[in-house]
């Protein structure tokens, strides 16, 4: 059973294919790369599948039921949570708040309960509370609980938008670019971040990453974007012998 | 006989719209160009217009001079004190949030408007008359000396202003900062300067029809600048912000929607429409009749 | 008992005794009538600064219509009390209500737009609701809604104030008050993160609604009558000046905007053009030196105290 299906995508703007007949079927628990050169409209796929964009053509299907016309948030809410690739944190907020605005849609209790402070309030600001200290405790950032999270080094930024998109409670993981900006040392370490992260919270991940080291160490399956089209797809090995993938990387290493 | 009479009237309301709505363009033109160039709603700009109105009414009445000049000095003292008011409140809040300038020009309006009132009183002044007040009939619709003044300053002004904005080197740079302004800073546009340019003519403009309304109502008031003001931000949006064409367009519906809806609903209901006019295009059309669609990129 | 409970019943505590000390005062005539008058305008200002801050501060939309909303309270009281002669609280409750409507209505539609264009959609509603009520000769029309009785006394403006600064701060501190502060600081992650963000918009524009029609229908029964003129769009951006001046986010910080503008007002009435042009001067420089406010999004609170004297750290984490 797939967990998420992706028949003939794709996005025309104005004229211009981003993306044309992408098709995907991913299994849950997989861990899947999508690369492909600038351009070559692979956040458009993320856009897509999180509602951002409407489809011009084309179906998707998450936990055997289609996405369309639903809104982003909507879509959080059935499983899919995402990072950005300009990082896209509650800049003003503390650490812990950022976190904490991902349980939103698990909680409970209304608007008299809020006001009035009573019924369920308590009870599930404190569970809330405990939950996102856990989730800042395995992405080491629970001394910068109280930070405000424009303040966080870079690398600690990308971590906060991934513990912030796992409070979601997503089961399927959408990473934009995570280790950009990141120096080997930091990659590394968030190389066996993912692997732990979709053991500990079952998860199936798809990610794009220009740093191919991290993309051929982690990944299970790759596809190859270029011009909205794939060209290619299969295991590392097989993406690394690849010539079209070689030519569309021209000048560029494919480690 | 009745439908007659009832065309005679909608041809009637139609002239004095456009004579009105010339004005709005005016004044559009201004909350345009400044909009497109450095994304500013400058509210102040409906009290330049005040400003404008009141130097062409020294002009006249106690200087003695006559339209012309009257208008030239107006324009320039508009123009001067549009870019003052650039580089003072502005400036220094180029790279700071949108909503800090926002008030800032809120507080500049303030500061026009009771700084006017403290110096010249809030009383209303009569505007002299500068030209001899003809009226004109044709087959029983009314044209007044003053509306054809009006329509044939403004035009000439919007002539004048769609030349230095197509043909000359200032105007291509204000058409490049408006489209990037970085990518302009890096082909050598010095961007400030240009800003400054920009906010002269709007200036300049808007005091044109500060005077031209003195002309048309032979009242001035400190406040003057508020609806007016208003309006013609509402004929930018309605024309497609940033868009010189669209400002003259916008301005000319504007006026001629309201004087259809004072000669033939009531008076009452003239600045109403105004804004209703702008919550259905903002609602279904919020770049405007001759704009495109943007939306942020993801 | 909780930290949360706690520092709520303190600051009940010392809203109250600011109530008995200032009620107080007024029964025993050492404040003369002209500040009375002005502590209750304090009281209704407040309410509509926090109110406005709770749309502008907090969820990040830029309305500039809230005279709007006020004159919706103002006249719908008036109309319950003169006309069906109904009591007051009834009155205030029906101004609020109808106001909240107003602003569902006009805000489902109107919250998709955003930044300068809907700060102009909102300073368009406010006046049309205002030439709408102009023209309504039901109530008065041009002339105004005369007649209305004085029930505004200083107990009903404290009380309601007290009840608007517990029912906003408690709302920014829950999930569904984070969900407005998301919307602030980026939408599209906030949208991301699951959160319906067109619902809490409006949800936020229909409270902040709601509380500036209660304020409406404190002012109108504070000066005999209601009058179009008094609900015009500088109405609008008096209040956004209070709201700006102490900082837009912080509810703390609407309060001493409003004390001080109020302030500023009162000793200022019998040269209301320096007035205005101070409160220009006001905002020019402090946009140049201190845009974000005297206290930018940060509140000023009894925890500051109570870590003074060395009381818990815990509740800090609280901010806002």
């Known amino acids: ?255 | 006989m009745e439908l007659n009479s009832f065309a005679q009237q909608l041809v009637q309301q139609l002239i004095n719209g456009v004579s009105l709505g010339s004005i709005y363009s005016l004044i559009a033109l201004g909350y345009t160009m400044v909009y497109g160039i450095i994304r500013l709603i400058n509210f102040a700009h409906g009290d330049i217009y005040m400003l404008g109105a009141y130097v062409g009414f020294f002009c006249t009445s106690i200087l003695g001079l006559s339209f012309f000049p009257a208008l030239l000095a107006a324009m320039a003292v508009a123009a001067v004190t549009g870019i003052v008011i650039e580089r003072l409140a502005y400036r220094p809040l180029r790279h700071a949030p949108k909503i800090a300038v926002l008030i800032t020009a809120i507080g500049v309006s303030l500061l026009l408007e009771y700084g006017g009132i403290l110096a010249v009183t809030p009383q209303p002044r009569t505007f002299p008359a500068v030209f001899p007040a003809r009226i004109y009939t044709f087959g029983g619709i009314v044209v007044n000396s003053q509306q054809i003044v009006i329509l044939a300053v403004a035009l000439a002004l919007m002539v004048l202003l769609t030349y230095i904005v197509q043909r000359t080197k200032i105007g291509r740079a204000m058409r490049a900062v408006s489209y990037d302004t970085d990518a302009a800073r890096l082909m050598g546009i010095n961007v400030d300067q240009v800003i400054s340019f920009t906010f002269g003519i709007g200036s300049g403009l808007a005091a044109a029809a500060g005077v031209l309304v003195g002309i048309y109502y032979n009242s001035i008031d400190p406040l003057m600048g508020i609806m007016p003001g208003l309006k013609a931000f509402v004929a930018a949006v309605l024309g497609g912000i940033g868009i010189i064409p669209g400002a003259m367009l916008g301005g000319v519906i504007m006026g001629v929607v309201e004087a259809l809806v004072s000669g033939f609903i009531s008076s009452t209901f003239r600045d109403a429409a105004a804004f209703a006019i702008l919550i259905a295009i903002l609602l279904f059309k919020p770049s405007g009749l001759l704009g495109k669609n943007i939306r942020e990129k993801v | 008992m909780r930290i949360q409970t706690k520092t709520d019943l303190a600051s009940l505590a010392c809203g109250l005794t600011l109530y008995a000390l200032l009620e107080g005062l007024i029964l025993a005539d050492i404040i003369p009538p002209y500040w009375q008058l002005n502590v209750i305008r304090v009281c209704i200002y407040i309410i509509l600064a926090t109110s406005l801050n709770l749309i502008n501060g907090i969820t990040g939309q830029f309305s500039i219509g809230h005279a709007g909303f006020m004159a919706i309270g103002a006249y719908m009281s008036a109309i319950m009390t003169v006309k069906l002669g109904l009591p007051f609280l009834v009155a205030i409750l029906t101004g609020g209500l109808a106001a909240a409507l107003l602003g569902f209505l006009i805000g489902l539609p109107t919250l998709r737009l955003s930044g300068d264009y809907l700060a102009i959609a909102t300073l368009g509603l406010g006046e049309i609701i205002r030439i709408t009520i102009l023209n309504i000769s039901y109530v008065g029309g041009a002339s105004g809604f005369m007649g209305i009785p004085k029930y505004t006394n200083f107990t009903w403006a404290f009380l309601l104030m007290l009840f608007t600064l517990f029912f906003i701060k408690n709302f920014v501190n829950s999930t569904h008050g984070r969900a407005c502060i998301a919307i602030r600081e980026n939408e599209i992650a906030a949208e991301a993160m699951g959160v319906n963000t067109t619902k809490y918009k409006v949800l936020a524009f229909t409270i902040g609604a709601a509380f500036a029609g209660v304020a409406g229908a404190l002012f109108s029964h504070n000066f005999y009558m209601a009058h179009p003129t008094s609900f015009t769009f500088m109405q609008s951006f008096d209040i956004l000046t209070m709201v700006v001046l102490g900082g837009l986010g912080s509810m703390t910080g609407s309060i001493v905007g409003v004390i001080a503008l109020t302030g500023i007002s009162a000793y200022m009435a019998d040269y209301p053009e320096i007035r205005m042009i101070i409160y220009a001067l006001l905002l020019i420089v402090l946009m140049l030196f201190r845009p974000q406010g005297l206290f930018g999004s940060k509140e000023i609170s009894l925890r500051i105290f109570s870590r003074l004297t060395g009381g818990e750290r815990r509740g800090a984490a609280q901010g806002n």
């Open chain 1, 1 to 255: 059973m797939a967990l998420l299906k992706v028949t003939k995508l794709s996005k025309i703007f104005g004229g211009l294919k981003a993306v044309s007949d992408f098709n995907t079927i991913i299994a849950p628990g997989e861990l899947i790369g999508l690369i492909g050169p600038n351009g070559a409209g692979k956040t458009t796929v993320f856009n897509l599948l999180t509602g951002v964009y409407a489809p011009t053509e084309g179906r998707i299907e998450f936990d055997g039921a289609g996405l369309a016309g639903l809104k982003p948030y909507q879509i959080t809410q059935r499983g899919i949570a995402r990072t950005f690739q300009n990082i896209r944190l509650f800049s003003e907020l503390s650490v812990l708040d950022n976190v904490k605005i991902a349980y939103h849609f698990h909680v409970r209790y209304g608007l008299a309960e809020a006001v009035l402070r009573i019924g369920r309030y308590f009870r599930e600001e404190d569970e809330i509370e405990q939950k996102a200290l856990t989730l800042l405790d395995i992405f080491q950032l629970a001394h910068r609980r109280d930070e405000i999270a424009r303040n966080l080094p870079y690398g600690e930024q990308r971590r906060l938008e991934i513990a912030r998109a796992l409070a979601a409670q997503p089961r399927l993981l959408l990473l934009d670019e995570p280790a950009a900006g990141m120096n080997p040392q930091e990659t590394q370490q968030l190389m066996s971040m993912i692997r732990w992260i979709r053991q500990e919270f079952n998860l199936t991940i798809l990610l794009i990453e220009h740093d191919m080291s991290l993309v051929m160490g982690v990944c299970e399956r790759i596809y190859v974007l270029d011009y909205g089209s794939v060209i290619a797809q299969g295991t590392p090995a097989q993406i690394r012998s690849n010539p079209r993938v070689v030519e569309a990387y021209l000048g560029e290493e494919v480690h």
